[in-house]
T-cell receptor, first 114, second 113 residues
Framework: DAGVTQSPTHLIKTRGQQVTLRCSPKSGHDTVSWYQQALGQGPQFIFQYYEEEERQRGNFPDRFSGHQFPNYSSELNVNALWLGDSALYLC?????????????FGPGTRLLVL | GDSVTQMEGPVTLSEEAFLTINCTYTATGYPSLFWYVQYPGEGLQLLLKATKADDKGSNKGFEATYRKETTSFHLEKGSVQVSDSAVYFCALSDPGGYNKLIFGAGTRLAVHP
């Protein structure tokens, strides 16, 4: 049973560029959440997708957007990158995203913005 | 708003020592509580969880009890191993939202032989 997978594992971009990160949820899961983890900090919630809709959003600007596909996989897009976007981006999946449901995390994509 | 506060690290212990990592939370309603572990260069792995007051979560020798009266969820292990060296995150599941996790800042544990 495959767990949560993310691609790519590492990425280097320059300021002003755009980036797309990808996530495939654990088998049987239909809800995908994205988190940003800056170096030395805890993960911060970006948004959650369920039934191909953004269901909840954290305190992130509109430069951060996402999408969920019919097969439940998801993308995170970040436009107009700046240095502060350098972080580990984590995807987590769960079933229905109900409160208290365990979220399973992928290995993350490490983004470096120069 | 909801928040999680963890003891600052790093915590440095000798192998077979007793471990406590303190975690307290602020939340409206009744959140579920989690401990996640992050090994170097990896994502987060669920260590244990508790979904209601007085529940005890346990896994791999680690345990934590959901204490509503003190709003705490301290992580303990009786005898740590070198392989337990990692960063530990306490988190709550926002009870008013769709399973959004709110994390503490993390506590780094280093265990020496």
């Amino acid at each position: 049973d495959a767990g949560v997978t993310q691609s790519p594992t590492h990425l280097i971009k320059t300021r002003g560029q755009q980036v797309t990160l990808r996530c495939s949820p654990k088998s049987g899961h239909d809800t995908v959440s994205w988190y940003q983890q800056a170096l030395g900090q805890g993960p911060q919630f970006i948004f959650q997708y369920y039934e191909e809709e953004e269901r909840q959003r954290g305190n992130f600007p509109d430069r951060f957007s996402g999408h969920q596909f019919p097969n439940y996989s998801s993308e995170l897009n970040v436009n107009a990158l700046w240095l502060g976007d350098s972080a580990l981006y984590l995807c987590a999946s769960s079933f229905r995203g109900s409160s208290g449901e365990t979220q399973y995390f992928g290995p993350g994509t490490r983004l470096l913005v120069l | 708003g909801d928040s999680v506060t963890q003891m600052e690290g790093p915590v440095t212990l000798s192998e077979e020592a007793f471990l406590t990592i303190n975690c307290t939370y602020t939340a409206t309603g009744y959140p579920s509580l989690f401990w996640y572990v992050q090994y170097p260069g990896e994502g987060l792995q669920l260590l244990l969880k508790a979904t209601k007051a007085d529940d005890k979560g346990s896994n791999k020798g680690f345990e934590a009890t959901y204490r509503k009266e003190t709003t705490s969820f301290h992580l303990e292990k009786g005898s740590v191993q070198v392989s337990d060296s990692a960063v530990y995150f306490c988190a709550l599941s926002d009870p008013g939202g769709y399973n959004k996790l709110i994390f503490g800042a993390g506590t780094r544990l280093a265990v020496h032989p």
